[in-house]
């Protein structure tokens, strides 16, 4: 699979296209891109829109790994995994690690809500918003963290 050409002055176009690919394909083209690079384009002599078409690709690999990490970390937390650790492994304070989860699954809850079966259910939600602290199904404020002090941010 390849990604549009960036054209001369960056196709911005046909650029908007790669924000439609998946992680995979993504990756795939970037290091395909990569592998094809001059030394002066590594090095920061290429062309503009050779700058433009890897920052495209490289913002949808950042944007569909972090949907992936928020995944993540919610299946650690449904699993038992506290908040500390998640914190420490992924350099945050527990503060941010329930804020990002609940932002990621109050839309679950939306989508569920919306589409019943897909997104996050509702017993499931309880679960890991309890382990969080929070009153099940209401949205109070993060207010327990195992956190160590030196540890929050």
Not at 9 to 33: M, N, P, S, T, V
Request: hydrophobic letters at 40%; proline letters at 6%; one cysteine or more.
């Amino acid at each position: 699979m390849t990604a549009p050409p960036a054209g001369e002055h960056g196709g911005a176009g046909l650029l908007c296209e790669i924000r439609e690919l998946g992680l995979w394909q993504a990756l795939e083209i970037l290091g395909a891109d990569f592998r094809a690079a001059s030394a002066r384009e590594l090095t920061g002599g290429g062309s503009p829109a050779y700058y433009l078409r890897q920052a495209a690709l490289e913002s949808v690999i950042a944007e569909r790994m972090r949907i992936r990490a928020l995944i993540s970390v919610h299946r650690a937390l449904l699993g038992g995994v506290p908040a500390a650790e998640i914190a420490r492994v992924t350099g945050s304070a527990c503060e941010d690690v329930a804020r990002r989860w609940r932002a990621w699954a109050d839309g679950q809850r939306r989508l569920n809500t919306r589409y019943p079966g897909l997104g996050l259910g509702q017993r499931e939600y309880d679960q890991v918003a309890g382990s969080l602290g929070d009153v099940p199904g209401e949205m109070a404020p993060f207010t327990r963290c195992a956190c160590p002090p030196q540890s929050r941010k």
